[in-house]
């Protein structure tokens, strides 16, 4: 992790960007201590960030020691191997900005690291390849079949890769399987993943922020935690997907305060901030802090831009954006709680005659994800379900049909596996039809 991020085109290197509430670099080695294998773990840092790399390491049983790193990523390695207090017998050496890597991966590197001496993760080439020396002109066109792709880990027998390194005649090799093919052993094949992918540029922090949703997904297939002795508002609790969600917290043994215009004892007018911060001091001083919000209120109002005069635009950005940005701001939460803010597909595209309501649930996910790097110490998410059947939604498309609609007890499922995790923040999670079941 010495790489201070000139293709990212950031003054922090990528390793250090935020993936879902972490530091890229956390997510990798999470991953490796998880796999208990380890009787010690390097990592080579960038000098300016080792004091803010020390404080974010995770508690761990397994030594975790920090070392300069050099100006390349060959003496970057190098440096890394002699960081250890005792030399192993087997060396994984990884990116730290490959934060998917599977624990099978690096079990299986290991494994043919015993046996070969060196392994490398490789996955197929989807794409031809061409040999183009000086980028000009195409030389030829290799075999497609005989090609691998090149990933990390690379694992190694320890004296066999300090060897390679002190024999090395190369100046800058970013590949230490090389360094161990020039001494003319052999390296043997791990099979790779797809989605063990290298983050080096701002699509790629994008495309991890999808694999991260999708392996959220597959994660949460099994019956939720319980929510017992938590506590939770909802505003827009009486609406049709806030009665689903106050149902299946209650199911999972928590307790709801459900907020809006005519609940008692205690009410909420989004488009009125005094009324917000009356209702959540009100709370607070009943209840203590909360164990998390749901924002799921909403107003719609179909016409042109032309057809609203201004108290329309208002009452549309107050009730979808602003006093849910106000809710955010004004209610009391311990430390680790949950906010859920419901958005809706809409905010990927604008649509015609919905142009303010569009912009404001474009707004509530930047919020959502924005102030989730702000908040570490809270889980924060944005919920966005496809067209969905509550009264809202029918009142304002009449002739739909009801079928081709998403139920808002999905929406729900989706809100308290939420409530359920305890390690991510700033998820996009989007429900579509059948999507849960």
């Not at 010690?40 to 995770?58: F, G, K, N, Y």
């Not at 005069?309 to 004004?330: H, R, S």
């Amino acid at each position: 992790m010495g790489g201070v991020g000139r293709r990212f085109g950031s003054d922090t290197p990528k390793q250090f960007h935020r993936l879902a509430g972490k530091c890229v670099f956390i997510h990798t080695l999470e991953t490796f201590l998880a796999t208990h294998l380890f009787d010690e773990i390097v990592l080579s840092c960038h000098p300016a960030w080792i004091d803010q790399t020390r404080q974010m390491l995770p508690l761990s049983k397994c030594p975790i020691r920090i070392v300069e790193a050099g100006s390349t990523r060959q003496e970057s390695s190098y440096l890394g191997l002699l960081g250890f207090r005792q030399p192993p017998e087997i060396v994984v050496i990884h990116d730290a900005v490959r934060p998917f890597v599977s624990q099978e991966i690096v079990v299986n590197n290991v494994i043919k690291a015993i046996e070969v001496g060196a392994a490398d993760t490789c996955i197929p080439s989807m794409d031809t390849l061409v040999h183009a020396p000086g980028r000009q002109t195409i030389r030829s066109i290799p075999p497609r079949i005989d090609y691998l792709r090149g990933q990390t880990p690379q694992t190694f027998s320890y004296s066999l890769i300090v060897h390679a390194h002190r024999q090395a005649t190369r100046q800058d090799c970013s590949d230490d399987c090389q360094l161990v093919l020039d001494l003319d052993r052999p390296v043997g094949i791990v099979a790779g993943d797809e989605h063990n992918i290298k983050i080096t540029s701002g699509l790629d922090l994008f495309f991890a922020e999808q694999l991260i949703r999708h392996r959220f997904a597959e994660r949460k297939k099994g019956a939720p935690a319980s929510l017992s002795q938590r506590r939770y508002a909802i505003v827009g609790g009486t609406g049709g997907m806030g009665r689903a969600i106050e149902s299946q917290i209650i199911a999972l043994g928590g307790e709801v305060i459900s907020l809006a215009r005519n609940t008692k004892p205690i009410s909420l007018d989004l488009s009125d901030p005094v009324s917000i911060e009356d209702a959540f001091q009100k709370i607070a001083d009943h209840s203590g802090p909360l164990d998390g919000l749901v924002n799921c209120a909403g107003y719609l109002s179909i016409a042109s831009l032309e057809r609203l005069n201004l108290q329309e635009i208002n009452q549309i950005i107050d009730v979808n954006l602003k006093g849910l940005i106000l809710c955010c701001q004004k209610a009391r939460l311990k430390k680790g709680a949950h906010v859920i803010n419901i958005a809706s597909s809409s905010f990927s595209r604008g649509r015609p005659d919905m142009a303010i309501y569009s912009s404001a649930k474009a707004g509530v996910v930047n919020f959502t994800q924005g102030w989730a790097d702000e908040r570490c110490d809270l889980h924060i998410h944005a919920v966005i379900p496809q067209r969905t059947n509550t009264a809202m939604r029918r009142q304002n498309f009449p002739n739909e049909d009801i079928a081709s609609l998403l139920d808002p007890g999905e929406v729900a499922q989706a809100v308290v596996d939420l409530l359920s995790q305890n390690d991510l923040t700033g998820l996009l999670v989007e429900v579509r039809k059948n999507s849960f079941k």
